[in-house]
């Protein structure tokens, strides 16, 4: 048994308006980390002499496409098969089952989903307005994990994605899951997360783009898959067909991701030589 428990039962709805629509902490946490992206990327957007009003558009892009990515990611990679029979429910913020109408939002948001989404929003992005795809991701690539964090807390609120049982001295007891003392895996991701947001804002500030376009894109998705992958084994399973299986679905997803950012890596992680407007 643990030392100590650490007791969790936060309500994960604040309050409601005229009883229809629910005001979340996890809502909340979600913007925060979408706000706290957007106004770091505008920093670096300042440093190198771009508009304000290019950004905006950007994000506009990102958003539909973190929503749109993460909603379909959870649908078709972890319950396809309730999905499947509810088609609608993919799309709409309510169910209504038996006559009766229920508002639940978009619960069920996969992050390998969101950061799909983001790369082809991005990709769309660039395309339309003639812009370098892999520099443009470099920017969003640096910010995600903070962004991530948040998102993360988000789940802690709701007592979501919870851990494996352990007697670790910090376990939490998910009061509204169970009495079991468990690892607190949301918590282990929020604080790694901000860890890369640091050691990668920490890169940027020093060395700026000095790197090759693709550079910070590769170190961003490989350490946080790479810290995904690990903290899995903490995690208990989200959906049954993951029992049989060695690696959960969290993981298997992971791995293209970390692949992908080692290739950028090692193809990119050099310092660009760039030429200084020699004859």
């Known amino acids: 048994m643990a030392i100590c428990n650490i007791i969790w039962d936060v309500d994960p709805v604040w309050f409601s308006i005229g009883g229809i629509v629910d005001i979340r902490p996890y809502s909340i946490l979600f913007g925060i980390g979408m706000y706290l992206g957007y106004w770091f990327v505008k920093v670096m957007y300042k440093r190198e002499g771009k508009t304000e009003q290019e950004l905006l558009t950007l994000a506009v892009y ?59 929003a991005i990709a769309i992005f660039c395309y339309k307005y003639n812009i370098n795809y892999l520099s443009q991701v470099d920017k969003i690539a640096i910010v995600a994990p903070l962004t991530g964090a948040f998102i993360r807390l988000g789940n802690l609120i709701n007592s979501e994605i919870i851990g494996k049982p352990t007697d670790l001295p910090f376990a939490f007891v998910f009061v509204r899951v169970d009495n079991l003392s468990r690892h607190p895996s ?50 208990i399973h989200q959906s049954a067909f993951e029992q049989a299986q060695p690696l959960d679905m969290g993981q298997i997803l992971s791995i293209p991701f970390i692949l992908a950012g080692l290739f950028l890596i090692m193809r990119r992680g050099n310092l660009s030589l760039r030429k200084k407007n020699t004859i």
């Open 62 to 120: 990102i958003f539909f496409g973190v929503i749109i990515g993460a909603r379909l990611g959870h649908c078709l990679f972890y319950d396809f098969n309730y999905y499947a029979s509810h088609p609608l429910e993919i799309i709409l913020p309510f169910k209504i089952h038996d006559g009766t109408f229920e508002i639940t939002g978009y619960q069920g948001l996969a992050s390998h989903g969101g950061a799909l989404g983001v790369l082809i």
């Open 186 to 235: 949301q918590l282990y991701e929020s604080l790694f997360y901000i860890l890369i947001f640091i050691i990668l804002w920490t890169i940027y500030k020093k060395s700026g783009n000095k790197f090759t376009p693709g550079f910070y894109t590769g170190l961003s998705i490989t350490l946080i898959f790479g810290v995904r992958f690990i903290i899995e084994f903490t995690k």
